[in-house]
């Protein structure tokens, strides 16, 4: 199985890439081992992924995504919105626990 991701970085910078295994590959970008995403500081999340059963699939995804157009557009406005959405449904949350002692 392969993956294509996004991750976030706390700074705000994104990044879009393909692996088999997500867990080691989320672990190499915040240890520094990679060069294209190395940061002094902060640490990358991910915020997305599909997953692919041909490597073929998840290249073709990620070339279309990595070029500057509107299916990288529409993707990143989507993962937006959904953070929006989470970030206020937990906010929501918050308010709900402090009012109601949970």
Same mark, same amino acid.
């Given at each position: ?6 991750? $976030? ?5 994104? &990044? ?5 295994? /997500? ?14 995403? *190395? ?23 990620? $070339?279309?995504? $990595? ?9 990143? $406005?989507? *993962? ?5 959405? /989470? +970030?206020? &449904?937990? +906010? ?5 626990? *402090?009012?109601?002692?949970?």
């Amino acid at each position: 199985m392969y993956y294509l991701y996004v991750l $976030k970085h706390t700074n705000g910078d994104t &990044y879009v890439g393909y692996t088999s295994s /997500l867990s080691r590959r989320l672990q190499q970008h915040n240890s520094g081992l990679n060069t294209s995403t *190395i940061r002094g500081y902060g640490r990358w999340n991910l915020v997305y992924y599909e997953a692919y059963r041909s490597k073929i699939d998840v290249l073709l995804r990620e $070339k279309r995504l $990595k070029m500057r157009g509107a299916t990288k557009y529409n993707l990143f $406005k989507r *993962i937006d919105n959904s953070m929006f959405m /989470l +970030e206020s &449904y937990s +906010e929501d949350m918050d308010r709900r626990s *402090i009012r109601f002692g949970f």
